[in-house]
């Protein structure tokens, strides 16, 4: 069987590391935040060519405290994307304010900027834009808009360290940004956690209360804050795997880049990547009519496979109620019906990767997609 990921592949790689990185956070007690999560800050935020990077429990908890720190909460509201995973708009709700879902460009199904425009009211604070699969959204256009209509512009970056557009990094392409370091993303913890990156002194600020009971000094609470914190272990183990993560990324690409040949030559509509982006590939899919039907007869043939995301948020049963819809999200629709993820991870062997593409090919091929 050939997995989607493997964690397991990747921790035996670099086992030693990480074994001695948890033992040191075991022994000097440093079990949250401390000097392992300040070192890790430093370097991620370097790694993504911003000022500040305050490391949080989750992707999740990241957008949250952005979204806090740019004003957002009850009464206003906050565009973002349907083609996500549901912590995106989750993390809208968490604050009180509700998400604004516009549909995505077909090509890359992240947020169309020519739609923005329509979906802004004078309650709209922030325009959350998702880097879907690894490759980022269109950022100087979204930029653009936020300038004019005075707008925080946040990345939900979880799925794209070390993802550029057009040399400039993840993490420096809005006002704040957010990662996760959920295992299976392209930088994860053994654990969950999060960091947002910013480039501003005051949200910075902000965010560091907010993740640890709003205070300023001890029992000093000037905000309602959150039990937000990073762990000691991640951040030790997060500071080892970022060392691997360009490795990484470049092995993910490489792999890409392999698939796109030999499926794009026997017609299968592969990931579309704009001239001048980096992609890193948290997921590689491919778009195909009878997407379940093929993924079905892979799994057959010792093939897993995934789906980024089968349902859009829009019309999950606990939020379809809660967010606002601009337009029909036709595209969202498409990009949930056909895309499927192949296998991909560093630690894929070539030969892996050669049988996937052989099986897809045979597949399509005997029922054409
Ligand atoms: C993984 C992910 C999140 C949530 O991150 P967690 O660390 O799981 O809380 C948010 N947005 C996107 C796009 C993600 O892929």
């Known amino acids: 069987m050939i997995p989607l990921i493997d964690l397991a592949a990747q921790y035996h790689s670099i ?3 990480i ?7 075991l022994e000097s007690t440093q079990y949250t935040l401390g000097e392992e999560v300040a070192a890790f800050e430093s370097e991620f935020a370097a790694y993504c060519g911003a000022r500040y ?5 989750s992707g999740t908890s990241a957008v949250h405290l952005a979204l806090l720190a740019a004003g957002v909460g009850p009464g206003t509201e906050v565009i973002t994307v349907s083609m996500t995973f549901v912590a995106t708009v989750a993390a809208v709700l968490y604050t009180g304010a509700t998400p604004v879902l516009v549909d995505v460009d077909p090509r890359t199904g992240a947020m169309d900027p020519a739609l923005v425009e329509r979906a802004i009211t004078p309650r ?27 707008l925080v512009l946040i990345e939900d970056a979880a799925q794209a360290q070390g993802a550029e557009y057009h ?15 959920y ?6 913890a053994c654990g969950e956690a999060g960091a947002v990156v910013t480039d501003d002194a005051t949200f910075a600020a902000k ?6 009971w709003g205070q300023e000094g001890r029992y000093n609470h000037v905000l309602p804050g959150y ?16 060392r691997q993560l360009e490795a990484w990324n470049e092995a993910r690409r490489r792999h890409a880049a392999h698939y796109d040949s030999r499926l794009a030559a026997a017609g299968i509509r592969v990931p579309e990547v704009d001239p001048g982006l980096r992609h890193v590939y948290y997921v590689y899919a491919v778009r195909l009519d009878d997407r379940d039907g093929v993924r079905e007869r892979l799994l057959r043939a010792g093939i897993a496979t995934g789906v980024h995301y089968p349902v859009p948020v829009h019309r999950q049963p606990a939020y379809a109620k809660l967010v606002r819809v601009v337009g029909d999200l036709t595209e969202t629709d498409n990009f949930a019906a056909q895309t499927l993820s192949l296998p991909l991870y560093p630690e894929l062997s070539d030969e892996q990767r050669d049988r996937v593409c052989d099986a897809l090919l045979k597949t399509c091929a005997s029922q054409p997609a």
């Open 15 to 17: 086992k030693d590391e």
């Open 19 to 25: 074994d001695r990185a948890v033992l040191k956070v």
């Open 53 to 57: 990077a305050i490391g949080v429990n």
């Open 124 to 150: 709209t604070r922030a325009i959350l834009p998702v880097h879907l699969h690894g490759q980022t959204a269109e950022m100087d256009a979204l930029r653009a808009i936020a300038r004019v209509y005075d």
């Open 167 to 181: 040399g400039t990094r993840a993490g420096s392409l809005g006002d704040m940004a957010c990662f996760s370091f």
């Open 183 to 188: 295992p299976s993303k392209n930088l994860g």
């Open 207 to 212: 965010i560091r209360m907010l993740r640890d």
């Open 227 to 242: 039990n937000y914190r990073m762990e000691g272990i991640q951040g030790a183990v997060l500071r080892v795997k970022l």
